[in-house]
């Protein structure tokens, strides 16, 4: 049963959970912490070492996959947190850097250990791939071969990060390409790796920048957007896009905050938007496909959510295992922190609570 609908259909609270399930062991202090203040405090908890465990994806998966209720206990405690992002613009044109200051820019060391060579930050391929650097290879012959990328075209990358698909279609498609992103680090290192080819890096927000391009890609941007700008986000890609061009969207998109979003779901989103992504907002697919009013048409959509699953698992992998190489500069606590991150996205995606989306767009003639 989906975990959705697992949430939908209980009407009473959880049984306590067993120190033995049938998918792993879970030490008594998550569990308490758990049953006190949700996957918060399960978080807060690990982060400060008050327990640990060697198979955290999995103690993830199992509790994620409890069904519960919402309590009136930690009801208060979740609309005090989320009001803000019905109230306000937490993704203004003022506020367009501040998910870099709290996230990109913490250091290209740690992106450097937990990446792969491509430094390629989003969702992989798994379909063929046989390891980290097959999978975001194939991910990118993926997003060309739908946009269609031909010589001389001119090519707007919306979030480049530290300029992994700007080089690699300037290369192998003859293309030239803008990348916008808001992370001066991200800047600086995609400048120094492009700079070699007919690409251009910005240290931009989208909203500020104008152009003409033959196509548009977006990968795992659309997350710093927000409910408040989606509408403007597509008009103002639309606006960018020559007739006939296409724009492909990779987008990590849940139902989140909501009145049948899973209760897990949503205290998991409140502890990412305060400890990982500050002013994080995951769009609906209906947000994701009800473009009409942006000139763009949906042309195809494609979800491959179990490759993420195997994605952050071995971004994981490469953390724990470049960690002596990090250590001087970062703590303990934040080493635990990134780890309950990374392993708890892993189990949401596992259990279909999140998914992602690759969305190609067209635009007609005009």
Request: glycine residues 6%; hydrophobic residues 40%; charged residues 25%.
């Amino acid at each position: 049963m989906a975990y959705a609908e697992q949430a939908a259909r209980t009407e009473v609270e959880p049984p306590t959970l067993s120190t033995n399930t049938t998918e792993t062991r879970i030490p008594q202090a998550a569990i308490l912490a758990f049953e006190r203040g949700g996957i918060g405090a399960v978080g807060k908890t690990f982060e400060e070492g008050e327990w640990i465990t060697p198979q955290l994806d999995e103690l993830m998966f199992s509790i994620f996959s409890r069904p519960r209720r919402k309590r009136e206990s930690l009801r208060w405690e979740m609309l005090r947190a989320v009001l803000p992002h019905f109230l306000f613009n937490l993704q203004s044109e003022r506020r367009a850097f501040e998910i870099a200051e709290g996230h990109y820019d913490l250091g290209n060391d740690l992106f450097e250990v937990m990446l792969d060579r491509s430094m390629t930050y989003t969702c992989g391929y798994w379909k063929e791939a046989q390891n980290l650097q097959e999978a975001q290879e194939a991910k990118l012959k993926l997003a060309c071969d739908k946009l269609d990328l031909r010589p001389g075209m001119r090519v707007l990358d919306v979030g480049c990060g530290w300029g992994n698909f700007a080089e690699y279609a300037a290369r192998r498609h003859g293309v030239s390409v803008v990348g916008l992103t808001v992370s001066k680090e991200q800047s600086a290192f995609a400048e120094r790796r492009c700079q070699n080819l007919p690409v251009q890096i910005l240290l931009q927000d989208y909203r500020q920048h104008r152009g003409s391009y033959d196509r548009i890609v977006s990968l795992e941007m659309i997350e710093a957007v927000g409910r408040k700008n989606m509408k403007q986000f597509y008009a103002w890609a639309a606006n960018c896009l020559r007739p006939q061009g296409h724009f492909l969207v990779q987008a990590i998109s849940a139902d989140t905050i909501s009145r049948t979003s899973p209760v897990s779901l949503d205290e998991f989103f409140v502890w990412i938007e305060k400890n990982i992504f500050p002013n994080g907002y995951l769009p609906t697919i209906t947000e994701l496909t009800t473009v009409n009013h942006s000139k763009l048409i949906v042309r195809h959509i494609e979800e491959f959510g179990s490759s993420y699953d195997r994605t952050l698992l071995a971004w994981s992998e490469n953390f724990e295992r470049g960690w002596s190489r990090l250590e001087s500069k970062y703590s303990m606590q934040f080493k635990r922190r990134w780890s309950f991150y990374l392993n708890s996205c892993a189990a949401l995606f596992r259990i279909g609570g999140v998914q992602l989306y690759q969305v190609l767009y067209s635009k007609g003639r005009e």
